[in-house]
């Protein structure tokens, strides 16, 4: 299977001022006259649990693929800061060597964090659907992976799903220390409505974070791309422009030794892995899948309005522009201090969704991040999840192997 790493297209850097990521706004959207009335929610809920419940066939039939998936080495509750309260589930998955039996097992070690979001529309799927890809990230990284198990729609439409996200990151930046984690290192990951959610939640902790600053009146902290946070020293180089005087392995260090010392210090979210994700809910879907060369692959218009219908409730007043929808409308600064510096963004040839992450891959390059973009060739949306109880997807293994081995890099700093 191979791979391409040039985006087609690109787009111009937003400059606009937008909400601020807790603000909600009126739709940019007019009513299309040719579409059929909205669904009430009681309707759309039962139609997520039919879906939901044939996916889990589906993908019951794909955990039996060799090589079998692990199960989660523990499960913790943890409480969410929305209304209504309730508790999420983050699913554990820990290296061999966390084990205090292992002979490799070192105490005083502090491991990099991995947080994934499952894909599903925001309406199907669980946190336990990528114990694959966590598989994975442990073969290649000696790191501790978590899988948010966040509130989905119908039942708890946008922004829920983001603010679970990000009260999973706070929890653990809070609680790293008892878990044994680094919270100077922390990368996000997720697929579809899960990559979705590895930016927009990074979006609203560089919100917390800068809003936490200013109420004890430490200034205005970003994440990972903040200099401050990083260790990175910038200087003006010829031409105007920025370089770096400090390496990634010394911004590394920089970061877990601060972390160590500070108990309370905010987890530090070096990377962003992102595979074919949703980032501009101002396209229909109508207008998505021109863009595919091959329809027949792209996802079903029974499962992407549900998606959207219950995600994005018709009746809301909800700007589709907003950066925890559509992280590719955030405007540049917002994107410059709340985005960590490496990214990495995986699409499908013949995917709807692929014109649009290669926009946002572009436009972030032009931001100044490390982005490594790489298109999956001759395949549709999700292309790693098809059910086969036999064999896994096509070049699954090879593509994840690429992908854990760039994280590595990062959170590693080599």
């Keep these: 299977m191979a791979t391409t790493t040039t985006p087609s297209t690109s787009t111009t850097p937003?400059?606009?001022?937008?909400?601020?990521?807790?603000?909600?706004?009126?739709?940019?959207?007019?009513?299309?006259?040719?579409?059929?009335?909205?669904?009430?929610r009681w309707n759309l809920w039962i139609q997520a649990q039919i879906w939901r419940t044939l996916m889990q066939l589906g993908l019951s039939l794909h955990k039996l693929a060799p090589p079998r998936p692990p199960s989660p080495s523990f499960v913790r509750l943890i409480p969410?800061?929305?209304?209504?309260?309730?508790?999420?589930?983050?699913?554990?998955?820990?290296?061999?060597?966390?084990s205090p039996t292992s002979p490799t097992h070192n105490p005083a070690k502090r491991y990099p964090t991995v947080l994934t979001f499952h894909g599903g529309g925001f309406t199907l799927g669980s946190a336990a659907d990528d114990a694959r890809f966590a598989a994975a990230l442990m073969a290649h990284l000696d790191a501790v992976v978590v899988a948010v198990e966040y509130r989905r729609a119908p039942e708890f439409p946008f922004p829920t799903a983001v603010e679970d996200g990000a009260d999973a990151v706070m929890w653990l930046g809070r609680e790293a220390e008892g878990f044994r984690l680094d919270r100077g290192r922390v990368g996000l990951g997720g697929f579809s409505a899960g990559g979705n959610l590895?930016?927009?939640?990074?979006?609203?902790?560089?919100?917390?974070v800068r809003v936490e600053a200013e109420m004890v009146g430490e200034g205005t902290v970003g994440v990972a791309s903040a200099d401050e946070a990083t260790g990175r020293e910038r200087v003006v180089g010829g031409e105007g422009k920025t370089v770096e005087k400090r390496t990634r392995r010394a911004a590394v260090?920089?970061?877990t030794s601060?972390?160590?010392?500070?108990?309370?210090?905010?987890?530090?979210?070096?990377?962003?892995?992102?595979?074919?994700?949703?980032l501009d809910y101002t396209l229909t879907r109508s207008q998505r899948a021109s863009t595919c060369t091959r329809p027949d692959l792209t996802v079903s218009p029974v499962l992407t309005s549900l998606f959207d219908e219950s995600y994005i409730p018709p009746s809301s007043s909800i700007n589709l522009t907003h950066p925890l929808l559509s992280p590719s409308h955030a405007p540049s600064p917002l994107l410059t201090?709340?985005?960590?510096?490496?990214?990495?963004?995986i699409t499908c040839e013949h995917d709807?969704?692929?014109?649009e992450a290669e926009r946002f891959a572009e436009r972030l390059r032009g931001l100044g991040k490390r982005v490594r973009y790489s298109m999956v060739e001759g395949v549709g949306h999700a292309w790693?999840?098809?059910?086969?109880?036999?064999?896994?997807g096509e070049g699954v293994g090879v593509v994840y192997g690429e992908v854990c081995e760039a994280l590595r890099g990062v959170l590693e700093g080599v």
């Design 14 to 40: 937003s400059t606009s001022t937008t909400p601020s990521p807790s603000t909600t706004t009126t739709s940019t959207q007019a009513p299309n006259p040719s579409h059929p009335p909205p669904r009430s």
């Design 80 to 98: 969410t800061t929305t209304t209504p309260a309730s508790t999420i589930a983050l699913l554990f998955y820990v290296p061999p060597s966390y």
């Design 198 to 208: 590895a930016f927009t939640v990074a979006l609203a902790v560089g919100e917390r």
């Design 253 to 255: 260090t920089q970061s």
């Design 258 to 278: 601060s972390s160590a010392h500070n108990a309370n210090a905010p987890p530090t979210i070096l990377a962003i892995l992102s595979f074919y994700p949703g």
């Design 337 to 345: 201090h709340s985005l960590p510096d490496d990214i990495m963004l």
């Design 352 to 355: 709807m969704l692929r014109a």
């Design 384 to 392: 790693d999840r098809r059910p086969n109880m036999w064999q896994e």
